[in-house]
């Protein structure tokens, strides 16, 4: 069966310092999609990043990048030099995949609830 | 904003209670899929819409029910409410029956149920 473990439930820092969020994942497919989605306090789900399994070339996106191993089955996201607005719950996904499509059934984490202090 | 609209934002009912929700998807997305998040049970898959067809379900109880019209907006039925239904309710969008990009998430519908 398919299933994303975020370990971390929550995590405080003080802005301007770095934060790793863990994510690891189980999934027998060979072809499949991984998601990064914020929920800030007013509740929607905003998109990230998306990553198939057969790219595993780090990504970055101004203060956000993201270490996909799949030797490990991880695929973390990094915040450098955090912000109080970066504060937010942080939920890894994972989609199911028919050939080389993403089915958009995504198996979400319990997600991790990053609290940036000023 | 995404481009998926979902009403109510947020729905005060009581046990017992039938409520519907409202998605429209992005225009020109042709798939809409249910998601609930409870304090409990996190984020989970609930049904797959496509061009007004079931695609797949998920962990969608018997008391629940969806279906996509024509002009592809879709409904959530939710019937025999009880208290541990409370949850976001959110609405996804994507062009097709599936694709390689980001599913566009709507601002959600909040149920309480009382």
């Known amino acids: 069966a398919q299933k994303v473990t975020q370990a971390q439930t929550e995590i405080s820092v003080v802005e301007k310092e770095d934060v790793t969020l863990d994510c690891v994942y189980e999934t027998r497919d060979t072809t499949y999609y991984l998601f990064w989605y914020k929920q800030p306090p007013s509740g929607e789900l905003v998109f990230l990043i998306r990553?198939?399994?057969?790219?595993?070339q780090n990504e970055i996106s101004g203060r956000y990048s993201w270490n996909f191993q799949k030797s490990t089955s991880s695929f973390n996201f990094t915040i450098t030099a955090s912000q109080v607005v970066d504060s937010a719950v942080y939920f890894c996904?994972?989609?199911?995949?028919?050939?080389?499509?993403?089915?958009?059934?995504?198996?979400f984490g319990q997600g991790t609830t990053l609290q940036v202090k000023p | 904003d995404s481009g998926v609209t979902q009403t109510p934002k947020h729905l005060i009912t009581a046990t017992g209670q039938r409520v519907t929700l409202r998605c429209s998807p992005r225009s020109g997305d042709l798939s809409v899929y249910w998601y609930q998040q409870s304090l409990d049970q996190g984020l989970q898959f609930l049904i797959h819409y496509y061009n007004g067809e079931e695609r797949a379900k998920g962990n969608i109880l018997e008391r629940f029910s969806a279906q996509q019209f024509p002009d592809l907006h879709s409904e959530l039925n939710l019937s025999s409410l009880e208290l541990g239904d409370s949850a976001l309710y959110f609405c996804a969008s994507s062009l097709g029956v599936a694709n390689t990009g980001e599913l566009f998430f709507g601002e959600g519908s909040r149920l309480t149920v009382l």
């Open positions: 990553r198939n399994s057969f790219d595993e």
């Open positions: 996904a994972l989609s199911e995949a028919k050939g080389s499509s993403n089915t958009g059934k995504l198996i």
